[in-house]
């Protein structure tokens, strides 16, 4: 059962075809069914299903005094019962506005925001929304990108508050970026080139160091290295640690005309579908990268020692062991370093594929 079907169930909506109207039974309210409606009633039964938001805690149109004349709000929901202290504003547009109208509503619900004090953010059209975490201070306004807004129940608040830490420390890096790193880079692609090496940088030293103090001590000790090399634990590590970084980055590498579903979770996970798509497609040129500077032609062998510093015997155990204890790192490392370059540029290359692909399926 879809969220409509169940409220009109629930007798929390009622739609009159005949005078195409829909009744708001919390709210005691009927508006015209139009297309902006719409989307305010699909956003309205997620806040009340899928956020599971007090219907007590909802209204519509609330008025923002704004100059000498009032605005209104199209959906606000507060922090508490007696509707006191705004806690997220919801700014709806109808869906398939195109990319300056919706930059406009977010404009519109910042400027709401002046006025209410409200911690959150939310505009939505649809299939396209935007999510803002806002901080009020004594040196002015920070808002922050989020991916989504909190749910009300207090288990998902505490997963939600780990989440919304590390997308404000992300945001921070992001517009330091923007701010100091983008504007002296002329090309736009060479600004977003260097951006996305950061990202898998960082992701392959993480990734590297993993793999070296956890994984690799535990197949030594479990004899994996008997059946596998060095290299499987590197693809394994590498492998993560790429699509880590494009899931990072899915924003920027996965259109949203790709993006086909109405609902936020449903989106959510059409979304990281592409990311798993956009992996594999970024895997296959770092793979033939990585056997062309590191493949080699004997077997493996688990006790050689005699060609343990030559290049060819790279993934060899022996070669592993002729690093110190806290540098066993660089055995993974080092080829993360090698494929740096193929994994930033064929991400680039991808993102430009699924635009390619977006505009003419």
Known sequence: ????????????????????TVYYAPLDISLPLNPEEQIRMQVYLEVLYTYRYPAKRVVFEHPVKMGSSYKRVDILIFADDLKQNPFIIIECK??????????????????????????????????KNAFFKS?????????????DIP?????????YKVLEGIQIGWGFFKDVYEEFVAPTLKAKWFARLLFFG???????????????????????????LLKITF????????????????????????????????????????????????????????????????????????????????WRCWWSFAHFKTYAKDARFWEYLTPSFVILGVQTIATLLVGWLLKGYAAIR
Not at 6 to 18: D, L, P, R, S, V
Not at 121 to 127: D, K, L, N, Q, R
Not at 151 to 159: E, H, L, T, V, Y
Not at 277 to 292: D, E, Q, R
């Open 198 to 224: 950061v990202i898998f940088l960082l992701c392959n030293y993480g990734a590297s160091w993993a793999n070296a103090q956890w994984l690799t001590p535990y197949a030594i000790k479990s004899k994996w």
């Open 94 to 127: 109808k869906a398939g506005v195109g990319e300056t109208t919706f930059d406009e509503a977010i404009e519109q619900a910042f400027s709401y925001d002046n006025h209410l004090y409200a911690q959150y953010i939310w505009i939505t059209s649809g299939a």
């Open 135 to 147: 901080e009020h201070s004594k040196s002015g306004r920070k808002r922050y990108t989020l991916s």
């Open 1 to 20: 059962m879809n969220l409509l079907s169940k409220a009109q169930a629930e007798g929390i909506i009622h739609i009159n075809t005949a005078q195409n």
């Open 231 to 310: 290299e499987h634990l590197f693809w394994i590590s590498g492998g993560i640690a790429t699509l880590i970084a494009i899931w990072i980055l899915r924003h920027s590498v996965i259109p949203d005309d790709l993006i086909t579903a109405s609902k936020s979770v449903e989106k959510a996970k059409q979304r990281n579908n592409w990311v798993f798509i956009a992996t594999l497609l970024v895997l296959i040129p770092v793979y033939l990268s990585l056997k062309f500077f590191f493949d080699y032609d004997t077997k493996y062998c688990y006790k050689c020692t005699p060609c343990s510093l030559e």
């Open 151 to 159: 749910k009300f129940s207090w288990k998902d608040k505490i997963w």
